[in-house]
């Protein structure tokens, strides 16, 4: 897989939130989505003690959840971190990434916000947009935006809003369990939205792509760590 679309990532914050203004405007918030056989989950995760990231991504069969692909990426982020820009940190690692992947997936859902954003261009809406690819963002937590708790059953949800504008949900995904945020990414509705993270989490709160990618990023992670080499005797001068 590679973007349709490029920009330079080598910007300073101040950049970074006019290029996110300018990319904003090209997220489509209707349905423009085929038919949906295979589905991705991307997640990213920070090593706790330098600038090293994971990256990684499972791909599944739409209806059973099954893996059929899995894949993983070890970088070192460049850009600072910025609250608002995190996309900037993550996705030169996930392009790297998803260049590596054979099954394209038709529909991708993120760990992290589409346009429940300030900007209305978290991650999965800025992947979306870059690889002009039906995105769906699924964050553990709320970023912006006010809500009402959804009743306790699965499948209930409210709307969250920013403003007079409805910029996600708060969807419940197993019954008294906290909700998980919805929001468009991009070519997804956020009704579409909504029903695909459902289908994702039959049994636990994170949808399945998420857990899944998440899980292969640790293994990934620990592989790594017990192939390295030992550190050598010290140098003396």
Known sequence: MQPVLQHPWDIT??????????LSQ??????????????????????????????SI???????????EERAWADTTVFPYVPGLFSFRELPSIIKLLSTVTCRPDLIICDGQGIAHPRRLGLASHLGVLFDIPTIGCGKSRYIG??????????ARSDLVDGDEVIGAALRTQQNIKPVFVSVGHRVSLET??????????????????RLADRYGRQFHEQRTALAPPPGPPTVC
């Open 13 to 22: 914050p101040s950049q970074a939130i006019a290029l996110q203004q300018l």
């Open 146 to 155: 006010e809500f009402t708790p959804p009743a306790n059953d699965r499948g």
């Open 26 to 55: 090209h997220v489509i918030r209707q349905d423009q989505v085929g038919a949906i056989t295979r589905i991705a989950g991307i997640d990213v995760a920070y090593h706790k003690d330098n600038d090293t990231l994971i990256a």
């Open 58 to 68: 499972v791909v599944v069969d739409a209806q059973s959840l099954e893996v059929i």
């Open 193 to 210: 939205a909504c029903q695909w993270v459902l289908h994702a989490a039959p049994h636990y709160r994170l949808p399945e792509t998420t």
